[in-house]
């Protein structure tokens, strides 16, 4: 047999080999995909990486697509496309819930010690009689941080570490705002009139 005909008889066999393995639905293919999927959502892909997690469930949306239409070449494709974008979601999760904790530990820490500071610098400001509509305002601001940090605590202990920052943002700088209007009011009455 010629070299050209030995070969061709290989190829013929390796392309009956590959359309044979394709003839079936990747059913474990799709099944490992949406395995990866779900163990990425459970991991918060769905929003510590949302881009690459609905990457692979559109991907596995398309196998899907491609089994009805019996193309399984195609769906084994976006099967395995679909799996590695869900493993690759599971770990930029992971990543990003790591580094919105961090965050979620430092402006949680930076209130609660604004928080603390105003309410030492609200005692002096009663001690020294500063003016009575000052010590209302800090008051207020107090009371109006206390709840939001709080709030930001029980985000936190339930894992939504993304809510920290949104539920303390304005407190932390409004204490901050406060404790230096205590400052000046904390003066006692005599050296202010000098």
């Known amino acids: 047999m010629p070299a050209f005909g030995r070969f061709g008889l290989a190829a013929a066999v390796v392309g009956s080999l590959m359309v044979g393995g394709c003839g079936t639905p990747p059913d474990k293919e799709i099944d490992q995909a949406q395995g990866a999927i779900d163990a990425a959502g459970a991991a918060g892909a769905d929003r510590y990486a949302h881009e690459e997690f609905l990457a692979a469930q559109e991907a596995l949306k398309h196998a899907h697509e491609a089994v009805d239409q019996r193309d399984y070449r195609l769906a084994l494709n976006h ?114 009139r000098r």
């Open 79 to 192: 099967a395995l496309d679909s799996r590695e974008h869900a493993q690759s979601a599971a770990k930029e999760a992971a990543d990003h819930k790591a580094m919105a904790r961090s965050e979620a530990e430092r402006v949680l820490a930076d209130a609660s010690a604004a928080l603390v500071a105003t309410r030492a610098k609200l005692k002096a400001a009663e001690t020294a009689r500063a003016p009575a509509r000052t010590l209302a305002e800090a008051r207020g601001v107090i009371a109006d941080s206390e709840g939001a940090v709080q709030k930001a605590r029980a985000a936190f202990d339930r894992g939504d570490y993304l809510a920290v920052p949104d539920a303390v943002a304005g407190a932390t700088a409004r204490l901050l705002a406060i404790l230096h209007g205590l400052d000046a009011a904390a003066v006692p009455a005599v050296k202010r």
